[in-house]
């Protein structure tokens, strides 16, 4: 996906990958805890990547019944 990808190569997510613990958690796919880690949060305050990890999120949300 295009989002995921843009996330991922964007300079301040590379970034934060170098943090091990972080790379575990991203490694994991466990979102819930993945939110709640203080620096991803900080790095959301971003706008360009606060828009882009939106689209990601609205792929995974069910449809309107």
Known sequence: ?????????HPKFQQLMKDPEFQALVMSKQMDKLAA??????????PELAGILAK??????APPE
Request: charged residues 30%.
């Open 1 to 9: 996906d295009e989002n995921v990808r843009a996330l991922m190569s």
């Open 37 to 46: 880690h203080p620096k991803f949060s900080t790095l959301m305050k971003d």
């Open 56 to 61: 990601i999120q609205g792929k995974f949300q």
